[in-house]
């Protein structure tokens, strides 16, 4: 999602960071390494999911990014051979800061920055446990400070290198304060690392709070009493009691609701998009009085009223998701467009599995990359003669345990024209 840059901030946050007492290399070696552990998690079976790494933040308290422990039953804080169990105690997933709680642990807490920002250049240092074996981290710099539509800070661009499994670790100033935390790659082939800001932690515990006294969980997601569950379904989960949803409710059914948000990434407009189940018949599944027709698998049979901006608009016949979806898969569509008859021809890829966080949660996925061309009517006129082949590329991120697409982003640009747009989940409910 394309963000406003930050152009300043008030002199005095610069003043502030300058005063602090930098560290040498040793010194600051020796304050952050303590205060740096791995994360593991486990699914069904005590089977080995995901890792990533965290930081002590208070007495027995790390911070981790959410995304880390999506589908988890089960977390483990981990550092060379000591393994600690730990609890979720907070889960903020809008802003990806979950806070975990580790019964009888001693290690030391981090300073936490309470600078509303770094400055723009800063110098600082990146460090994770991405293998549970010590303790990584790497120099770098502030390269970038972005705002999101609050134009408050959102995210810190980082000039580090580090594995995927450097998520949730910690990003410190010179003086071995904690500045921000690790979340992964800035955009899709960035080279630079995203964090988001620490003085976010102090808010996690209210936001979390909230976020599950408002949750409304998905029966396709199970949790268990355990309290490591909680994570299991992208560290938001709640009683079905509290989020109000009916026990024993499968999908699909009728009354079934997935509410999405479609953002226009070149004008900012948000608007909400809802697919709801009105009727289901042995393997129909009818959506909106039948503008949107699918099979109980989640396969597209027929759209009659494309609503979901491109991701309708622009659907292969039967829906961006393949049969039998394996990562690696490689295809091609030939088709037109629904509503349109556009001529359309993608070449589409499943490129892995990874996690990736909405709205609605965080979900384990598989990212699909699609790349071709589409015929798009020239200058406003629609006719045969008045058309142009224009580059077209999507990627759709497919949960399998929800069997849909719980994030969906599309352009293209002509000389006339651009369209950026992104569909992404925000709730799933039966009403």
């Not at 972005?146 to 910690?170: F, H, N, W, Y």
């Not at 909400?272 to 009105?278: G, Q």
């Not at 490689?330 to 993608?346: A, C, F, I, V």
């Amino acid at each position: 999602m394309r963000r406003t840059v930050l152009s300043a901030f008030p002199a005095v946050l610069a003043l502030a960071a300058a005063s602090a007492h930098a560290l040498d290399s040793a010194q600051l070696l020796a304050r952050i390494t303590p205060s740096v552990y791995g994360v593991r998690t486990m699914g069904q079976n005590n089977a080995p999911l995901s890792s990533g790494s965290a930081v002590v933040v208070g007495a027995g308290q790390l911070v981790t990014a959410c995304h880390v422990l999506a589908g988890a039953r089960g977390i483990a804080v981990r550092r060379d051979n000591v393994s600690y169990d730990a609890t979720l105690e907070a889960p903020d997933v809008e802003r990806d800061l979950c806070l975990l709680r580790v019964a009888n642990f001693s290690a030391p807490a981090v300073a936490v920055s309470t600078a509303a920002a770094p400055s723009f250049g800063q110098k600082i240092v990146a460090a994770a446990s991405p293998e549970a074996a010590g303790v990584a981290l790497q120099e770098g710099s502030v390269a970038g400070l972005r705002a999101g539509a609050d134009g408050k800070l959102d995210r810190i661009e980082i000039t580090v290198q580090m594995p995927p499994a450097a998520s949730g670790g910690g990003v410190f100033d010179d003086s071995g304060r904690l500045v921000g935390v690790l979340a992964g790659r800035a955009d899709a082939g960035d080279k630079l690392l995203k964090a988001v800001p620490a003085g976010w932690i102090a808010a996690a515990r209210e936001r979390g709070a909230a976020a599950m006294a408002s949750y409304k969980p998905s029966p396709l997601a199970p949790a268990t009493a355990a309290a490591p569950a909680a994570a299991a379904t992208a560290a938001t989960a709640a009683t079905d009691e509290a989020g109000g949803v009916a026990a024993g409710k499968q999908s699909p059914a009728v009354g079934e609701v997935w509410r999405y948000e479609l953002l226009d990434k070149l004008t900012r407009k948000r608007r909400e998009v809802v697919y709801r189940v009105d009727k289901v018949e042995a393997e129909r599944v009818t959506f909106n009085q039948g503008a949107r027709i699918e099979t109980r698998d989640g396969r597209l049979e027929r759209l009659v009223t494309p609503s979901g901006g491109e991701f309708d608009a622009a659907s292969p016949p039967r829906g961006w998701v393949p049969d039998n979806l394996k990562p690696g898969q490689r295809w091609k569509y030939s088709y037109k467009q629904p509503g349109s008859d556009l001529s359309t021809e993608l070449s589409g890829e499943a490129t892995g599995e990874s996690t990736i966080t909405v709205p609605a949660g965080s979900f384990r996925v598989l990212r699909i990359n699609y790349k071709g061309y589409v015929m798009r009517p020239f200058y406003g006129f629609s006719t045969a003669g008045a058309q142009s082949s224009v580059l077209y590329t999507a990627v759709a991120w497919y949960a399998p345990e929800l069997r849909r697409v719980v994030r969906f982003d599309a352009t293209y640009a002509t000389r006339w024209e651009r369209m950026d747009e992104s569909l992404m989940l925000v709730e799933h409910r039966f009403d």
